[in-house]
Every structure is written in C-alpha cells, then in structure tokens.
C-alpha cells in the first residue's frame, strides 16, 4: 500500500490555473503508475490523466486534453497536475492514485490502482 496526500486545490474563477500535488510514501515511487480522478457533484468518479510509472507516457480525458498537464518526480516521489484554462464543469473532489508497474491504457481505469488520496475541493466559479 502507498500513502498519498494531494494539496493544491481551492477556488478559482473560470480561465484561471490550480496546480495539484500528490505526495506518495511507503512504496518505491518510481515503481508506481500515477492517476488523477475527479468526481463532481453528484456524478460518478471519473479518470482525468495518468502517468506510466516506467515512462513518460501520460494519457489525458478528451474533456481535459490540451488544458491539463500531469507530471511526476521521481526524486520527490510526487506528481503534480497543472489546470489551465478552468472551466465551470471541471469542479469536483480530485483524487490521487496510485497502481503498482501500472502504465498504458490501463490508467484509466479506476481498477488497477490500489491506493487512494484522501481526495482535494477543486472549485471553479463564474
């Protein structure tokens, strides 16, 4: 199991930019695929971006792509999500995950990861 602990959220307007953090302990970071999920009002949790634990690779949501950038540090044992261009719907509890030797397609999906954040408000206002 690995602890995370996102920081970063708060309130912005619509245009406006949030960074999120994720600080992971307890297993050997550079091992570990990395996931932003996000769950707004009333809906389910959904994926947002992912990041292969052996690669650069990242993966966005269509909903996301062009305006989010994930990126991880091996050395902090941290991955950060960048949030430009905010928008009302992106509004939601953004969680953190983390899956062991997790990468591709896989990221998406809620399943293969096996370690949650507690979860940060991301809250964009007219």
């Known amino acids: 199991q690995v602890q995370l602990v996102e920081s970063g959220g708060g309130s912005v307007q619509a245009g406006g930019s949030l960074r999120l953090s994720c600080a992971a302990s307890g297993r050997t970071f550079s091992t570990l695929g990395m996931g932003w999920f996000r769950q707004p009002p009333g809906k389910e949790r959904e994926f947002v971006a992912g990041?292969?634990?052996?690669?650069?690779?990242?993966y966005y949501a269509d909903s996301v792509k062009g305006r989010f950038t994930i990126s991880r540090d091996n050395a902090k044992n941290t991955v950060s999500l960048e949030m430009n261009s905010l928008k009302l719907e992106d509004t939601a509890v953004y969680y953190c995950?983390?899956?062991?030797?997790?990468?591709?397609?896989?990221?998406?999906?809620?399943?293969?990861?096996?370690?949650w954040g507690q979860g940060t408000q991301v809250t964009v206002s007219s």
């Open positions: 995950a983390a899956g062991r030797l997790l990468g591709g397609e896989r990221l998406r999906l809620p399943r293969p990861y096996d370690s």
């Open positions: 990041i292969s634990w052996n690669a650069p690779s990242t």
